[in-house]
Structures are given as structure tokens and as C-alpha cells.
């Protein structure tokens, strides 16, 4: 026990010693005479005061009045609440390009259109002296024939050599009579033939035409070709 309850303790066992010496001191009293007995005066308090200090009751400290009920405890800031998950938008569809306008036609005259020009002649091989050997020689090749069917007009004529033009079309075929260059090996012997053999040269010529498998690539290129062409010629010996 404390020492407020000690205390007590022993303020209550003095008591009833105190009260039993009085009572025993009363009945006493009662029996003797009167006259005998001087009365006691009897100091409880003092007694009781030399012996201890009167009890005190300590009083225990008021039992606090309930507080109020302050409710539910709450954090002096708010947790933050997220933010709902937001779905993302639908994807729009994106608009389609469109073609540019197409710019208006200006006003045409009909008397601009015409025949479409014709394309250009696909480039060819160049004539060489080579090729226009070779071309030269299939020409006299092909009029052999017509040559080998003339006349001989008389002594020396067969010496008498004729220069020919001959203006040829693409399919090979004479653009207009052959005409007479020069002539070569005429003499005093056979100068009265020589006309003879300008006229044979080329009745031969025109006899024989048109000319077959010539190259068309080489009909005409910026170094010549076979459209105008100079071929010599003489009477079979």
C-alpha cells in the first residue's frame, strides 16, 4: 500500500484503542459511588494529536469529464484520390488526299490542229567508203543483166567508160532518168560511138530498176547515201 493508505491505517487503530480505554473507564464509573470519583477529562483530540495529525482524506482528483467524441481521427491533409484512368479517343479517320485541280483548257483555235508530224527517221549507221564500195558493187551486180543484153556498137566502144547519176527512192526504184556525169576513154577511134554508149549506160540502168536489198539505214546519213548515188559503166568486152 501507499503512504496515504498507511497513514490511514494507523489513524483507525489508535481510534478503537481510545474508545475501548473509554469505555472501560465508563463501566468503572458506573460502579463506584458517586462520591468517590472526581471526573477525568479526557482530551481525545489532544492525544490524538500528539500521536498523529488528524486523518486527512485525500481527496482524489476529480475524474476527468469525458471528452466529446471528436469522431473519426482524419489526416490533416486528404490523400490524393487518382485521377480515373481516362480511355483514350478513337482514332479519326484521316482525310483522304485530293487531286489537284486540273487547269482549265485555254481556248483552242481549229485552225491550230494538224496532221501529228512524222516521227524521225530511226538513226542508222554512217556511210563509210567502205559501205558505199559494197552498195556500188551490188547495184552494178543487179544491172549486169540489162548491160549484158546491149549491142556493141562498133570497134573501141567497149573502151569508151560512162559516169552516171542515178537519184533513187527508198524502195530502190529511179526517181527520174539517169543523167550523164562524164565519160572517160574516148578517142579518135571510137569518138563516133560515144553517144551510142551514153544511151546503152542508161537504157541499162532503167532496165534493171528497181533496185532490190539495198540497206535502208543507209538511204541517207549525214555522210551520204545510197538515195543519190554516182555508178560508172562500159560495154562488156
Same mark, same amino acid.
Given at each position: 500500500?501507499?503512504?496515504?493508505?498507511?497513514?490511514?491505517?494507523?489513524?483507525?487503530?489508535?481510534?478503537?484503542?481510545?474508545?475501548?480505554?473509554? @469505555?472501560?473507564?465508563?463501566?468503572?464509573?458506573?460502579?463506584?459511588?458517586?462520591?468517590?470519583?472526581?471526573?477525568?477529562?479526557?482530551?481525545?483530540?489532544?492525544?490524538?494529536?500528539?500521536?498523529?495529525?488528524?486523518?486527512?482524506?485525500?481527496?482524489?482528483?476529480?475524474?476527468?469529464?469525458?471528452?466529446?467524441?471528436?469522431?473519426?481521427?482524419? &489526416?490533416?491533409?486528404?490523400?490524393?484520390?487518382?485521377?480515373?484512368?481516362?480511355?483514350?479517343?478513337?482514332?479519326?479517320?484521316?482525310?483522304?488526299?485530293?487531286?489537284?485541280?486540273?487547269?482549265? @483548257?485555254?481556248? @483552242?483555235?481549229? !485552225?491550230?490542229?494538224?496532221?501529228?508530224?512524222?516521227?524521225?527517221?530511226?538513226?542508222?549507221?554512217?556511210?563509210?567508203?567502205?559501205?558505199?564500195?559494197?552498195?556500188?558493187?551490188?547495184?552494178?551486180?543487179?544491172?549486169?543483166?540489162?548491160?549484158?543484153?546491149?549491142?556493141?556498137?562498133?570497134?573501141?566502144?567497149?573502151?569508151?567508160?560512162?559516169?552516171?547519176?542515178?537519184?533513187?527512192?527508198? &524502195?530502190?526504184?529511179?526517181?527520174?532518168?539517169?543523167?550523164?556525169?562524164?565519160?572517160?576513154?574516148?578517142?579518135? +577511134?571510137?569518138?563516133?560511138?560515144? +553517144?551510142?554508149?551514153?544511151?546503152?549506160?542508161?537504157?541499162?540502168?532503167?532496165?534493171?530498176?528497181?533496185?532490190?536489198? @539495198?540497206?535502208?539505214?543507209? $538511204?541517207?546519213?549525214?555522210?551520204?547515201?545510197?538515195?543519190?548515188?554516182?555508178? !560508172? $559503166?562500159?560495154?562488156?568486152?
Amino acid at each position: 500500500m501507499d503512504r496515504v493508505e498507511a497513514t490511514g491505517v494507523g489513524i483507525a487503530v489508535v481510534a478503537h484503542a481510545a474508545l475501548l480505554v473509554a @469505555l472501560s473507564m465508563g463501566a468503572a464509573i458506573s460502579v463506584r459511588p458517586a462520591s468517590e470519583a472526581q471526573p477525568i477529562e479526557v482530551s481525545f483530540v489532544e492525544d490524538l494529536a500528539l500521536t498523529s495529525s488528524a486523518p486527512q482524506t485525500t481527496a482524489s482528483a476529480p475524474a476527468a469529464a469525458p471528452e466529446a467524441d471528436p469522431g473519426p481521427v482524419q &489526416d490533416s491533409a486528404p490523400a490524393p484520390v487518382p485521377a480515373p484512368t481516362q480511355a483514350p479517343a478513337p482514332e479519326r479517320p484521316r482525310p483522304r488526299p485530293t487531286a489537284p485541280p486540273r487547269p482549265g @483548257l485555254p481556248n @483552242l483555235n481549229p !485552225s491550230d490542229f494538224g496532221d501529228d508530224p512524222a516521227p524521225p527517221a530511226p538513226r542508222g549507221r554512217e556511210m563509210t567508203p567502205q559501205l558505199l564500195g559494197d552498195i556500188r558493187g551490188e547495184i552494178l551486180r543487179q544491172v549486169q543483166p540489162c548491160a549484158n543484153r546491149q549491142i556493141d556498137p562498133g570497134p573501141g566502144a567497149s573502151r569508151i567508160r560512162v559516169t552516171l547519176n542515178l537519184r533513187l527512192r527508198r &524502195d530502190g526504184a529511179l526517181a527520174g532518168r539517169p543523167t550523164v556525169v562524164r565519160t572517160s576513154g574516148v578517142n579518135a +577511134d571510137n569518138a563516133r560511138y560515144e +553517144d551510142r554508149v551514153k544511151d546503152l549506160a542508161v537504157a541499162s540502168f532503167m532496165g534493171c530498176s528497181p533496185l532490190r536489198g @539495198l540497206p535502208s539505214d543507209l $538511204y541517207q546519213t549525214p555522210t551520204g547515201g545510197w538515195s543519190n548515188i554516182n555508178l !560508172s $559503166y562500159k560495154l562488156p568486152d
